[in-house]
């Protein structure tokens, strides 16, 4: 079964860190861009952070500085390491990837909470 999951969510204070991982899970993530996306209540789906197939990153204005996005190829899996949180990253986060041939591929998503 093709799939990805995402795990690693929780409630975090802000200032604090929270690292998310998203495992394939069916094919090899190595190959393909991967990125990660947040939703919050009433809210578009928005672009967080790339890793692209050659290793190169790109990132949203407002997590730049605090977030990082990697790829462990040997675990087939992607991090995204969230540091400095603060309440306005409260959302619901999704991993995404799109196959030449079969098409976009989202995660299940993982709840993320910024809160003292």
């Known amino acids: 079964q093709v799939q990805l999951v995402e795990s690693g969510g929780g409630l975090a204070q802000p200032g604090g860190s929270l690292r998310l991982s998203c495992s394939a899970s069916?094919?090899?993530?190595?190959?393909?861009?991967v990125s990660w996306y947040c939703q919050a209540p009433g809210t578009e789906r928005d672009l967080v952070a790339i890793?692209?197939?050659?290793?190169?990153?790109n990132y949203a204005d407002s997590v730049k500085g605090r977030f990082t996005i990697s790829r462990d190829n040997a675990k087939n899996t992607v991090y995204l390491q969230m540091n400095s949180l603060k309440p306005e990253d409260t959302a619901v986060y999704y991993c995404?990837?799109?196959?030449?041939?079969?098409?976009?591929?989202w995660g299940q998503g993982t709840q993320v909470t910024v809160s003292s």
């Open positions: 890793i692209f197939s050659d290793g190169s990153t």
């Open positions: 069916g094919f090899t993530l190595n190959t393909y861009d």
């Open positions: 995404y990837l799109r196959r030449p041939i079969e098409g976009p591929t």
